[in-house]
């Protein structure tokens, strides 16, 4: 696969959360895009895909999150506006095109 390709054909959120073979979403919860980024397996064309991860964290006293695409080896920071809404404020730029995704830097063996 080439680099970021993935990003263009990123995991179709369903109206339960749940995508090409991942978990249904919790029936409370209400960020689609995070579900299916987070547990969807397959693409719809049917190729397997690593499902992402996602940390959030305090730097120099600002919330912010870190989304792992391990399907395509890239990863993206958000600094978050506030403390009360983050998930929010995730779910929202996994839905929209500004995310500023980055090839991950290649890990020394040791």
């Known amino acids: 696969m080439e680099p970021f390709a993935g990003l263009i054909r990123r995991p179709p959120p369903s109206n339960n959360g749940s995508g090409l073979d991942a978990p249904p979403a919790p029936e409370d919860f209400r960020w689609v895009a995070i579900w299916s980024f987070l547990t969807q397996r397959v693409w719809e064309d049917g190729t397997a895909r690593s499902t992402g991860t996602m940390m959030l964290f305090s730097e120099h006293g600002r919330l912010k999150a870190c989304l792992n695409d391990r399907d395509c080896e890239a990863v993206a920071f958000?600094?978050?506006?506030?403390?009360?809404?983050?998930?929010?404020?995730?779910?929202?730029?996994?839905?929209?095109?500004?995310?500023?995704?980055?090839?991950?830097?290649?890990?020394?063996?040791?």
């Open 78 to 110: 958000l600094t978050l506006q506030g403390y009360e809404e983050p998930l929010d404020e995730v779910e929202m730029a996994l839905r929209g095109d500004n995310l500023d995704w980055r090839q991950m830097k290649a890990r020394k063996s040791r």
